[in-house]
């Protein structure tokens, strides 16, 4: 993660970056935000930091929010 930031590829400060103990693993489906494919250059962006191993154990819910994040 502090490689990224160093190099440009996370933009947010780190306190701000998320993981996936920040996003709930019960989440039901409808009330996932929808991801927005048309942000306007200045809107704000999240990071989203997962470890291959963290991703073997996400559940669906967990997985439509990290799909969510833009």
């Given at each position: 993660m502090a490689i990224a930031h160093q190099v440009g590829i996370?933009?947010?400060p780190?306190?701000?970056?998320k993981h996936l103990d920040d996003l709930p693993m019960d989440?039901?489906?409808d009330?996932?935000?929808?991801?927005?494919?048309?942000?306007e250059l200045g809107d704000k962006v999240?990071?989203?930091?997962?470890?291959?191993s963290?991703?073997?154990t996400m559940t669906e819910s967990q997985w439509a929010q990290?799909?969510?994040v833009s």
């Open positions: 996370i933009t947010n780190i306190s701000a970056v989440m039901p489906l009330q996932v935000p929808v991801y927005n494919p048309d942000k999240s990071s989203l930091v997962l470890s291959g963290e991703m073997m990290v799909l969510a």
